[in-house]
């Protein structure tokens, strides 16, 4: 029964076809009478002639709604089951055939209902049948003449070029008939655009320019437009048609020529990429088009295109009086556009403009430098974005919202692609404005760098005054000022922003009349409208918000414009009836407290009047805030940002305030910490007050922070009791909170007995389950210790018990260890607990890990400990070194003698633990050496005489150790202990590596390469030249070692090797940058037919080795953050390593590359094209496979397989880090041969296609069919006699494609490929894949 709908259907398109034989019989037989009525008229009687030709129209009209009708039903059909229904297929032909037929019908509504049909055949139809239905449409356009003066002059001589020089002549051809085959071919193209070849692209586009050629772009500005050039333009209609409907039908025809474009570039972005001058330059010529109308602007703009030289034009315009603006407003009004049509094509255009300005976002920088001459017989080009700016004028509100909209998009991309590196967005001042403009004109930014756009001198002036004049526009539309606004916001993030103060003033007087204010600016008001709407308003103060927040501007210019114009109307805004502009006013006003410390430093005026200023500003805040902060019945949004501006404004204006003031605010704040459904908010609120009263905040405000004394006590408890809350989120929030307030305020309470209740539930939370708020829990305790010493006992007894637990888990790491680290050296700092006795608790952990099996705290909440099971085993590795730290830290921190006794003790187990065998005693020497190198790190173990050279002794032979676990241990205290006495330790080290077989060589090398990462870390935390000069005076020393062993056979030693060269590169970049480019070029280039020749001698494999460290080296300085501008010059030198013919070496250069592309994208975003892209595409389809002989059978191996893995994560980092360096029509093909590839390519491979779905979803579409074989075959996978494992990791891998489809068959337009909807629909009827497929949507 599933069928029978689709035989029916079958059946029913068969009948639809044929029906159109007999319409055609009906229409010549109507024809046929209609003339024979006419001719017998002399010889018959006018009843008779009357009742034939009234008999000849109605069955002309019944015909009319049958063809109507059968072209309804076929697009139906066509849509649902065009591609799924075999009986439909085998029909298409048939049927594009007779829809073909129907453009040439008289009836304009056939013409139109037969090009729906045809694009709807055409998503479905074969690649064969799809060109033959292009060809035949372009052939008939193709002999259709253009429309203009310029456009038939294009038309002659395209045909005399075909027929051989000859005049020719050419059919007549009418314009509605021309108009609807470019209709349909711009349906065809839009839905299909992307399975159109450059072959046919190349033939589309000059044929639609003959239609819309820039010279017939005439405008009423245009002095040399005379009436004969109009009426030409009009004659495609033959004299048979009014001027006036010829010249509707030409416009029509532009309008569709230019809608085609539009598709091309969305859907063949690389096909049209040849033609995309041409395309711009049409449609800027035709954005201006309006023949009937004169703007009056013409000097203004031959005068300047780009809007520079600002002032004379805005002294011009101020000469203008309102009654001026009246009569210009009357007639604009007059001019109907019910007469004219030319707004459309204009539309058409700008959206043409649109679509360009969408398939350059990756880098638009040619739009702004690249000039066309888009007026009639005038050589001054216009560059795209200063047509954009110029147009702002339009009359026709949707085509002027088009316009800001399409220079809005323009602006939004190109400070997006500014923050990529592509461009620069320069903010000059008229000093260098001539430098900037010299390096433009030489390419771009000098040298090849990134081109250099200059907004503050060359647009902003333009920009801001258009948006001006559209928002004092007594007439302009809502939608018109609500783009204005968004355009201004955007420009708001560029460098330089909106100008300077003149032009911030005069923006905000725009916006204090649309909220409703009255200025002082008279004039500026009259020309403005009255009161906004709300969204209006709402567009508004985002605009005053981004202004504010931005950092662009002056922010003493900023501050004089809000505190004169608009801060009594931001604060009039809260009382609005909206609640998103309720919100959004609230948003305006956190920033102004903000905006006034910032231009507090630039403030001229006295100490007194910058009080009494602080003092009105901060009243005028409490009014407006305080009201909306006690109010219960107001929308959530409302409470969280009244919260949020009460921070702001008691943060940084609390000086400003009463103390009856800040008593009201603190208690409302408090009553929201105990409210469920403003307690994350409030939590945030108090964060903030607390941190500002802190350090910085204190000496500005020059009378200390905020005293919080009067909640505080409340306050903390209220956060302490929110620690028993399941919500994770709640406890977060809580903690954070509490470490600054604590830090910053505890020392008003100084309560121990309030503290001993906040300590029991920070210790019942500190779990190896959650690190994060372990880390959260120790920074509290650690705070609540510092302010208050007297609560030791109370953290001796809650929080220590769980802290010495996880000292001993496997899963301490990063942030929640240096917590605990700080917590055990506040102990021991503010004498909380006895040295000796946290000494021994600390040690006595590695035994009870092996007695008790490492019980957690989390057991106690009823949840197994994730160190439990390891630490049953005798404790991890892990456990042993988080230890270690843990006992160095409070050696370090203690008094002297304890720390020598420690020392005394360390020496005395490992100078005797060689003695005594075992599991056991291996961990006690293996934390012994991990204690006394974090602990040489600390401090100078040299400056007690003996300590260093028996340290060195026992270092040295613990590395003949049969403990792997020893040996690595005592390299790293030899490298650790090497930083507080590098005097002593590095000669040693130095030394040994000359003396030593390989073995000690690797452990030598890890000692050395601990020793400078520990100087690098030093160098990020704060150390900077400090650390570096630390070692910088031994790089000469260290070097020579490290070249030598960077030709190594041993892979362990070279990554050792390239470990430190990569951290010297971070510490000395000047230094080892230059001597590493010499290793390339002296090991590397040496052609494939010398290599053959000498075969593989050790000294060719010794540059390859050199080679493989050199690269591993840049890849750790990339991932180390070595400084990109001194790494930057010498890429183009590592970058000659993909060149090479060892695969060894070539895949280490594809890692470095990887690591650049996802650690600093800058340092390769200019060297893509021409050093990395060539190289991966031939990596990507390398194959490199040989069968391997092992005697009872043969094995194949592809020695190219990690080299492909490689590339594609680079295709897969660039399409996230760089998407504008890749070109991802190419990189197309190379993906659908990774989906056949091998299981570990192909599981990449589905990555990024589903990345791809999102980000980019035509050039997927566009290859969708190449994906389908591949596809197939994963989802078909034979299972076999697997089982276990194997079975799970082949059914993952076929849920893997499966998901694939999913996300392509959600993409906008895949489906409309028969091909992969085939591949769909019978996917979707197998039984065995229903499981997986449910299972993926419940991912969804």
């Not at 504010?548 to 501007?553: K, P, V």
């Not at 409340?714 to 709640?730: F, H, K, N, P, T």
């Not at 750790?1116 to 010498?1130: E, M, R």
């Not at 069968?1187 to 590339?1207: E, N, Q, S, W």
Request: net charge negative.
């Amino acid at each position: 029964m599933r069928f029978a709908p689709l035989a029916c259907c079958a059946s029913l398109a068969a009948s639809v076809a044929s029906a159109f034989t007999p319409l055609e019989t009906i229409r010549s037989a109507t024809v046929l009478d209609t003339t024979g009525a006419e001719t017998s008229a002399l010889a018959t009687p006018s009843a008779s002639s009357s009742s034939s030709s009234s008999s000849s129209r109605q069955e002309d009209k019944s015909a009319e709604e049958i063809t109507l009708s059968c072209l309804d039903v076929l697009t139906d059909l066509l849509t649902r089951f065009g591609s799924v229904s075999i009986s439909i297929t085998r029909q298409h032909e048939q049927i594009l055939h007779i829809a073909l037929s129907q453009l040439a019908s008289i009836r304009p509504v056939v013409r139109k209902r037969a090009g729906n049909a045809i694009g709807c055949l055409a998503a479905v139809i074969s690649d064969t049948l799809l060109e033959r239905l292009v060809e035949s449409l372009l052939s008939q356009i193709d002999l259709a003449e253009g429309v203009g003066r310029s456009g038939k002059r294009r038309t002659r001589a395209a045909h005399r070029a075909e027929s051989g020089g000859g005049k020719g002549s050419v059919p007549d051809l009418k314009v509605a008939d021309t108009r609807a085959l470019i209709r349909t071919m711009c349906t065809v193209s839009g839905a299909v655009g992307h399975r159109l070849g450059q072959r046919q692209i190349d033939r589309i586009v000059p044929i639609f320019l003959r239609f819309c050629d820039p010279e017939d772009a005439a405008s009423g500005d245009d002095e040399d437009m005379d009436d004969d050039e109009e009426m030409d333009d009009a004659g495609d209609g033959g004299g048979a048609q009014p001027d006036e409907a010829a010249m509707s039908l030409a416009n029509e025809l532009r309008e569709s020529c230019f809608a085609g474009f539009e598709s091309f570039i969305l859907r063949c972005p690389n096909e049209i990429e040849p033609h995309l001058s041409l395309i711009i330059h049409a449609a800027l010529s035709y954005m201006r088009y309006d023949p009937n109308y004169s703007y009056g602007d013409d000097d203004d703009e031959d005068g300047d295109s780009e809007g520079d030289g600002g002032e004379e034009e805005e002294e011009e315009e101020d000469e203008y009086s309102d009654e001026e603006e009246d009569e210009y407003s009357d007639e604009e009004d007059d001019f109907s556009d019910d007469d004219d049509d030319s707004w459309k094509v204009r539309r058409s255009a700008i959206r043409t403009l649109s679509a360009v300005v969408r398939a350059t976002e990756h880098d638009p920088s040619k739009l702004w430098i690249d000039e066309y001459a888009w007026r009639r017989n005038r050589t001054k080009g216009v560059t795209v974005a200063g047509a954009l700016v110029n147009r702002f004028k339009e009359r026709e509100e949707n085509c002027r919202v088009d316009v800001v909209d399409c220079f809005t998009r323009l602006l939004s991309t190109t400070v997006a692609a500014s923050a990529t590196g592509v461009l620069t967005l320069a903010s000059t001042t008229a000093a260098d404005a001539m430098d900037t403009a010299s390096d433009e004109a030489a390419g771009g930014g000098g040298g090849g760098g990134p081109v250099v756009i200059d907004l503050r001198t060359k647009f902003v002036p333009a920009i801001v005054k258009a948006c001006e004049k559209q928002l004092g526009a007594k007439r302009g539309g809502e939608r018109t000022k609500s783009s204005a606004l968004a355009l201004l916001s955007t420009l708001c993030n560029a460098p330089g922003g909106v100008g300077g103060a003149d032009q911030i003033r005069s923006v905000f007087v725009h916006v204090k009349t649309i909220l409703g204010g009255s200025g002082g600016d008279g004039r500026a008001l009259s020309r403005s409208v009255s009161v906004g709407s709300k969204s209006l308003k709402l567009d508004a103060l985002c605009l005053v918000r981004v202004t504010l927040a931005c950092g662009n501007h002056d922010p003493s210019d900023v501050r004089d414009a809000l505190l004169d114009v608009l801060l009594l109307d931001l604060c009039a805004s809260v009382n609005e009836d909206w609640y998103k502009v309720i919100a959004e006013a609230l948003r305006v006003l956190s920033e102004v407290p903000r905006l006034l410390v910032a231009a507090r430093s630039s403030k001229s005026s006295s100490a007194e009047d910058v009080k009494a200023e602080m003092d009105r500003v901060a009243g005028a805040l409490y009014e407006a805030i305080e009201p909306r902060l006690a109010a219960h019945d107001l929308d959530q949004e409302i409470k969280e940002c009244a919260l949020a501006a009460s921070a702001s404004l008691l943060s940084l204006l609390h000086g400003s305030l009463s103390a009856e003031r800040q008593g009201r605010l603190l208690a409302l704040l408090l009553d929201r910490l105990k409210n469920e459904t403003t307690r994350i908010a409030a939590i945030k609120t108090l964060s903030v007050i607390g941190a500002a009263s802190q350090g910085e905040t204190e000496e500005k405000e020059g009378g200390g922070g905020l005293d919080l004394s009067p909640i505080l006590a409340d306050a903390v408890l209220e956060l302490a009791s929110l620690l028993r809350q399941q919500s994770r989120g709640i406890k977060q929030s809580a903690l954070e909170a509490l470490v600054i307030v604590v830090r910053c305020q505890g020392s008003a309470v100084m309560d121990a007995a309030m503290f001993d209740s906040v300590l029991k539930e920070l210790g019942a939370i500190i779990v190896d389950s959650d690190l994060h708020i372990s880390h959260l829990s120790l920074r509290a305790s650690m705070s609540v210790l510092q302010v208050c010493p007297a609560s030791g006992p109370s953290v001796k007894a809650h929080v220590l018990p769980s802290a010495l637990v996880l000292s001993t888990s496997p899963l301490l790491q990063d942030l929640a260890l240096d917590s605990l680290l700080s917590l055990l050296r506040q102990l021991v700092l503010s004498d909380a607990v006895d040295f000796a006795d946290l000494l021994s608790s600390l040690r006595g952990r590695l035994s009870a890990g092996d007695e008790k099996g490492g019980r957690s705290s989390a057991a106690s909440a009823g949840a197994p400990s994730a160190a439990a099971s390891a630490a049953a085993h005798g404790g991890s590795k892990q456990a042993v070194t988080n230890l270690a730290k843990c006992v160095a830290t409070i050696a370090a921190a203690t008094t002297p003698e304890n720390r020598e006794a420690v020392v005394a003790d360390l020496l005395s187990t490992l100078e005797s633990g060689s003695a005594t065998a075992g599991e056991g005693n291996a961990q006690r020497i293996q934390l012994a050496l991990l204690t006394s190198g974090d602990l040489g790190r600390m401090v100078d173990l040299s400056a007690t005489e003996g300590t260093a050279d028996r340290l060195q002794r026992i270092y040295v032979s613990s590395f003949d150790s049969s403990s792997d676990d020893v040996r690595h241990a005592a390299a790293y205290a030899l490298g650790r202990a090497s930083v507080g006495a590098m005097p002593v330790f590095l000669p040693a080290i130095l030394n040994a590596l000359e003396e030593n077989r390989e073995k000690k060589q690797y452990l030598l090398l890890s000692a050395l390469r601990e020793l400078i990462h520990c100087h690098q870390i030093e160098g990020e935390g704060g150390g900077g030249e400090a650390a570096g000069d630390g070692v910088s005076s031994s790089v000469p020393l260290i070097l020579p070692h490290l070249f030598k062993h960077c030709g190594d056979k041993e892979e362990g030693v070279r990554t050792m090797v390239a470990e430190c060269l990569g951290s010297l590169t971070c510490l000395q970049p000047d230094v080892i940058l230059p001597q590493l480019r010499d290793l390339v070029q002296k090991h590397s280039g040496k052609p494939a037919a010398q290599l053959e020749e000498e075969g593989e001698s050790e000294e060719t494999r010794k540059d390859a080795l050199v080679c493989w460290t050199v690269a591993i080296s840049v890849k750790f300085a990339i991932a180390g953050k070595a400084d990109p501008a001194q790494l930057s010059p010498f890429m183009p030198s590592f970058l000659v390593l993909l060149q090479e013919d060892d695969l060894s070496v070539k895949n280490t250069a594809l890692l470095m590359v990887y690591s650049a592309v996802h650690h600093s994208p800058h340092l390769v975003a200019g060297l893509m094209q021409e050093h990395i892209l060539p190289s991966l595409y031939e990596v990507a389809i390398l194959n490199l496979k040989r069968v391997v002989d092992l005697g009872p059978f043969k094995h194949t191996v592809d020695d190219a397989i990690p080299l492909r893995k490689a590339a594609l994560s680079i295709f897969s980092t660039c399409l996230e880090k760089c998407p504008g360096c890749l070109d991802v029509p190419a990189f197309m093909p190379i993906l659908a041969k990774a989906l056949a590839d091998v299981e570990d390519v192909q599981l990449q491979a589905h990555q990024i296609v589903i990345s791809m779905c999102v980000r980019h979803p035509v050039p997927i579409a566009a290859a969708v069919e190449t994906f389908v074989e591949p596809l197939e075959k994963t989802c078909n996978k034979k299972k076999g006699q697997k089982t276990g494992t194997e079975l799970e990791r082949v059914n993952e891998w076929i849920k893997s494609g499966l998901r694939v489809m999913v996300s392509l068959s959600r993409v906008d337009g895949v489906m409309d490929c028969r091909k992969f909807a085939d591949f769909v629909e019978r996917t979707r009827k197998m039984q065995k894949f229903h499981p997986m497929l449910e299972a993926l949507d419940e991912e969804r």
